[in-house]
């Protein structure tokens, strides 16, 4: 059943692909948009993503709750590979599905010298590397060296925007938070549905790339201002606090590294997106990733009674 769900959720992604296998291993074939590619609704983004994140959890099942069937396995990573293939999505989906992967596979990546130092030199080296394939035009101009000029550019605009958006007085009152909340409403329905905060921002201060993030503390700003600053600060730490809390009384109650803690393992990954935003697709994404677990599981634990 692990199988059949990975497998029919590649499928699921092949279809949105246009059954293009080199659309899903190159993300940016033209112009820094996959050939073929059309804007999509917000619900076939989500569709989408879980698609990609249904082989992360079957992995982690396997991986967590399956003793031996080490061919199974494999299988599953091969799956998880082509859908969540590097070179193929955005950075962030990149942290997103592999850092829980390493993080339960590799207990040691769990110690903090150990994540904080793969963390930095994939900052250094990976991103400078994935970055060349946003605008994938071949192979002679991919270079394993990271290019001085990546630092010096909008790669690490999060906070940037933040104070832009303080310096226009971009304050919506609980719009965005409410456009966030309310992402599965067909835009057909919602005419005014809100875009991404870094989206907006951008369009209001009229640049020309409108593709930029907003941090999560940004958003708090963003929504109701000032105060927005401490009631989003205080969310986050209470909610990282309870999940905290709930991954140490599982570790110490059984041990080892059950399917309910590889779920907090992947919010450690949603945690990095969270942060830098924007919270329109942060939020959206994460849930779907929940709810493609949960779906997994019950699936599994049923079939097994």
Not at 281 to 296: C, D, E, R, Y
Request: aromatic share 18%; net charge positive.
């Amino acid at each position: 059943m692990l199988l059949l769900i990975s497998v029919a959720s590649f499928l699921g992604l092949l279809y949105l692909n246009e059954f293009s296998l080199r659309l899903l291993l190159f993300r940016g074939l033209v112009d820094g948009i996959a050939q073929g590619a059309q804007p999509q609704s917000p619900i076939i983004l989500v569709l989408g993503m879980s698609f990609r994140l249904a082989p992360l959890f079957c992995f982690l099942y396997s991986v967590v709750r399956i003793s031996g069937h080490k061919f199974l396995k494999v299988l599953l990573l091969i799956i998880l590979l082509f859908s969540v293939f590097p070179t193929g999505v955005a950075r962030f989906l990149t942290a997103f599905v592999y850092i829980p992967v390493l993080l339960v596979l590799l207990s040691s990546f769990r110690r903090a010298w150990v994540f904080s130092g793969v963390l930095v030199s994939a900052i250094i080296f990976v991103f400078p590397f994935l970055e060349q394939f946003r605008y994938f035009s071949g192979w002679d101009r991919i270079t394993l060296s990271p290019n001085p000029d990546f630092f010096r550019q909008a790669h690490f605009d999060a906070y940037e925007n933040m104070l832009s958006a303080i310096e226009a007085e971009f304050v919506t009152y609980g719009n965005q938070l409410l456009g966030a909340l309310l992402f599965f409403v067909p835009r057909a329905f919602w005419q005014d549905k809100p875009v991404g905060s870094g989206y907006q921002l951008a369009e209001n201060l009229g640049y020309r790339f409108n593709n930029i993030s907003m941090p999560f503390l940004g958003e708090g700003y963003v929504n109701f201002g000032i105060i927005g600053f401490v009631l989003f600060s205080i969310a986050a730490g209470f909610c990282m606090a309870r999940l905290d809390k709930a991954f140490s009384v599982i570790m110490s109650a059984k041990r080892v590294c059950s399917f309910e803690a590889a779920i907090y393992l992947y919010l450690i990954g949603a945690l990095f997106f969270f942060l830098r935003g924007d919270l329109l697709s942060s939020f959206s994404f994460t849930l779907a990733g929940l709810a493609v677990a949960f779906l997994v599981a019950r699936t599994i634990n049923a079939l097994r009674f």
